[in-house]
């Protein structure tokens, strides 16, 4: 065990037998993240009736906009990212995450703008916000009830959908992701129905419950994938684009939860330059120095890549899809035989589901819980990352 100056703490080699223990699990997680976590299906019910309570159907009467901007950062900003892989290359207007404060300057009356912040307050929703109504662009906005982004929507008489607030806003994905899109099924970008959310949370609930602290790592998919995990460095790829969702996502909070770096993205990128990473000194080269009638205990503790590959299993239609199925699924198998012949180890969850945000919940849930596991393998308190509260105030001053 470690503890820092700074605040931080834990153990820099994973404990396995602690992941069998629950009353360790919840010793190391005192603000309750595994509970957040299985908090997803309930999330997708709650927020559904939220925003069927903010009146979004008002949104379609002045037509279809130009153009909708998603602003917020961290989990606020992979909604935007979500809205735009459900809305597809046939969606009949540009769907755009915007990461900054403010909006593109291009913004105007004809757009629409859903400004997306887990507390309510991030400068990057705020700002957006205000910056829609001083242009005249219809304003949704996403957040936690009774803050200063619902101030700023009800100074303009915008739709407005409280979402409870659960920290850290990792925890919230699917609360501030369904609200984006009964914004956006309402302007007439997404076809998304009441089967699709009762589904995806059924899916999330599912998870949650072969993921649950008790269940042993033989049998908990998320414990199995931590523990495989545990000191590599991960390299997270989508084969398509809901995929490649998933896999930022599984960056985000293997960074955030477990303090892990993490090399994340699409498929299609990475056969154009970071496959590479498997030939090199993490990858095949560090495999090819191992002897392997060794013991594994003798030998010297070397960092090493670990592929996770998120794949969509060719189930989204052909003709609504940037590529054919087929050559997704070739690429995902080339890159698991890739890996095999250098002897880097690969994990890979493979989505269910009949529509794509329940396929996106299947890419989603056991990886979510994985980062946890692993942060706790480390005693790591997945809920208080001493880092980004120093960040805010350093930054903020």
């Known amino acids: 065990m470690m503890e820092g100056s700074a605040g931080v703490s834990g153990q820099r080699v994973a404990d396995e037998a602690l992941l069998d223990d629950a009353t360790a699990l919840a010793e190391f997680d005192p ?9 997803a299906g309930a999330q997708v019910r709650e927020s559904a009736a939220l925003a ?16 909708v901007v998603i602003a917020g950062v961290g989990t606020a900003g992979r909604t935007g990212d979500v809205l735009a892989t459900v809305a597809g290359p046939r969606c009949p207007v540009p769907v755009i995450p915007h990461r900054s404060a403010g909006v593109p300057g291009w913004v105007g009356a004809a757009d629409v703008v859903i400004a997306v912040s887990a507390s309510g307050r991030s400068p990057e929703a705020l700002g957006a916000a205000e910056a829609a109504a001083r242009r005249g662009a219809r304003l949704v906005a996403v957040g936690a009830p009774d803050s200063e982004l619902q101030s700023v929507a009800s100074r303009v008489r915008a739709p407005f959908v ?23 099924r309402a302007l007439g970008l997404v076809k998304v129905n009441e089967a699709d959310f009762a589904e995806t949370a059924a899916r999330l609930d599912a998870d949650a419950d072969r993921c649950r602290p008790t269940a042993e790592s033989f049998v908990n998919p998320a414990k199995s994938l931590a523990l495989g ?8 790829w989508g084969s398509s684009p809901l995929a490649t969702v998933a896999a930022r996502r599984f960056g985000d909070t293997l960074s955030a939860n477990a303090r892990y770096p993490v090399v994340a993205g699409a498929l299609g990128e990475a056969g154009r330059g970071r496959v ?4 090199g000194v993490f990858g095949g080269l560090g495999e090819a120095a191992r002897d392997i009638f060794a013991d594994p205990d003798d030998e010297p503790d070397g960092t090493r890549l670990r592929v996770v590959l998120l794949r969509d299993g060719g189930l989204n239609a052909a003709d609504d899809a940037d590529e054919p199925p ?18 880097v180890r690969c994990d890979v969850v493979t989505a269910e589901g009949g529509s794509a945000l329940e396929r996106l919940a299947s890419l989603t849930a056991v990886p979510d819980f994985a980062s946890v596991y692993l942060a706790l393998a480390h005693r790591l308190d997945p809920m208080a990352v001493p880092a980004i509260t120093e960040m805010k105030e350093l930054s903020n001053q």
């Open 326 to 343: 087929a050559v997704e699924e070739r690429r995902a198998d080339a890159v698991q035989t890739l890996a095999e012949r250098r002897g």
């Open 52 to 67: 069927a309570e903010a009146n979004l159907a008002g949104l379609g009467d002045e037509g279809r906009p130009r153009a």
């Open 229 to 236: 995990l545990a000191g590599s460095i991960p390299v997270v």
């Open 31 to 39: 603000g309750g993240m595994l509970r957040s976590t299985a908090s």
């Open 162 to 184: 409280p979402v409870p607030r659960r920290a850290p806003a990792r925890a919230s994905l699917w609360g501030l992701v369904v609200p984006v899109l009964l914004a956006a």
């Open 276 to 279: 590479g990473l498997l030939d």
